[in-house]
């Protein structure tokens, strides 16, 4: 690759320094002899209520492709249709629809029309099983709404890049418990838009002074960005949004939280603007940066707290020690000390050493699949119920032309997951609803409608190919009402 790391003087040195160290092949912390293996911070149980979750979704996802090759091999048997429900139910949780099935034996099966169509049946079953596949693990995650009141915020608007990497964020890698006060919208390359975030913001503090009885001021709102790079490969599977270049990724965050922070204060007036985080996974091994800001506020991309190199550290440590030392750390690296921001970055860090000793225990201490491996396109709003690594891209937008780069960058990522293998692109189109607002739902319908045709013409060729699927689906955000099937569109039914 003639491409450097990055353009940053310090981070191409670390990085050049690793890999003369062969470091970036292994996991995010090897353990040494006589350590234990056990950090004393990790809170095991919910590690392993996380990892039954990941096994119950990773299933409905991966054995599609098993189920669909078992079809096809018998779909001019005696009996098929019957004998491929049985396989689809017993391995899959549902039937396909019998007028899909019935026509094997004259024209054989469209198999990427019935991948499609599971593809978006494992999801609809997902998002109806949410609350009981989520039990599991919802009510123990540590950094809870109340928690993060409690360190002085109120709101906390998250935005990390659409890649699918990142889709296993709030519970897995920060261990953030999801709530109505916790948003999460993903861009490619965590370009938020200044104008939407201004709106939520606004939306936040309004809401706050409407409704909140006891309104506290010193509570503040916190927008985080999330960057994302790949230590085992830096060039290729970095951020695809920046060209795999670490140093953009970062600077386009640092610049995106600076802009809003100051269009803000421009409008409401010096010290108006939400507390800022900037935050950076690696995706190969979920370790976490925290860029505490320097002595004038200002976030550095160099300058960043790493919690493999700190999970290292405090692993042979007793419980007491390890969290001493990690207090120390963040606190000699904020140079001006915020008992906020030092409380959330100790939290998140030591929430994280969680997922490192996940990543250790279930993925080696580095995912085999350090690429992509989405199952499908979310365009619209997310699907705030689904939360797994790598089970879909995102583009967050209201219409196509406003999201086109996103799309983009999607469809090129599974040009070659799945239409190199003959498969289909399946694209979930989803929107909110606010049932307390008349017209709200048909206005979510129409707008997936117009969504929909938008991107069959942007994409003509490959919809002309049948090489795109769509699925159109709303969610009602304060009710329970979740992923509905829009009327007329791809016909999903869980039975
Ligand atoms: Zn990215």
Partial sequence: MSRSISHHPVLRRQAAVAQRRGELANPACEIGPGQDCRH????????????RYETIISQRFLLIEAALKKISAIQHDDSFVQKAQDI????????????????????GLDMPDLHAYCVFQSLVLSVQKANEDRAIWL???????????????????????ADGRLQGLLPFILRISPAPEISVKAF??????????????????????????????????????????????????????????????????????????????????????????????????DALRVHLPDGSGTVRAHQFLDSAQLFAETLPLGRVQAEQVLIDRVRAAASNPDANTVALAIGLLRA????LQYVIEHHNGRYTDVGHDEKFICAGEAVASLHLRNKYYFAHLSTVEEGAADLDVGIKIFTSLNLSRGLAIPILVHFFFDARVSGARQRAEQRCHRVKQAIQTRYQALHERHQIRCFLAVSDIGGTENVTPVPSSYSVSVH
């Fill in 139 to 161: 009510k123990n995650l540590p950094l809870s709404s109340p928690v993060l009141r409690d360190m002085g915020y109120h709101t906390v608007n998250i935005s990390p890049c």
């Fill in 352 to 355: 994280n050493f969680s997922q």
């Fill in 40 to 51: 004393p911070l990790v809170d095991e149980s919910l590690n392993a209520e996380l990892h």
């Fill in 188 to 285: 490619a390359g965590a370009r938020f838009d200044i104008e939407d975030d201004i709106a939520d913001w606004t939306q936040a503090e309004l809401q706050r002074l409407a409704n909140e009885p006891g309104y506290d001021a010193s509570l503040n709102y916190l927008k985080c960005v999330v960057y994302h790079f790949s230590s085992s490969s830096p060039c290729v599977e970095g951020c695809a949004a920046h060209g795999s270049d670490d140093g953009m990724a970062i600077d386009c965050a640092i610049e995106g939280l600076s802009a809003l922070q100051a269009a803000i204060r421009n409008l409401y007036g010096l010290g108006a603007e939400p507390d800022g985080l900037v935050l950076g996974v690696d995706t190969d091994t």
């Fill in 88 to 107: 689809c139910q017993a391995m899959l949780g549902y039937c396909l629809p019998e007028d899909k099935l019935a026509s094997a034996w004259v024209n």
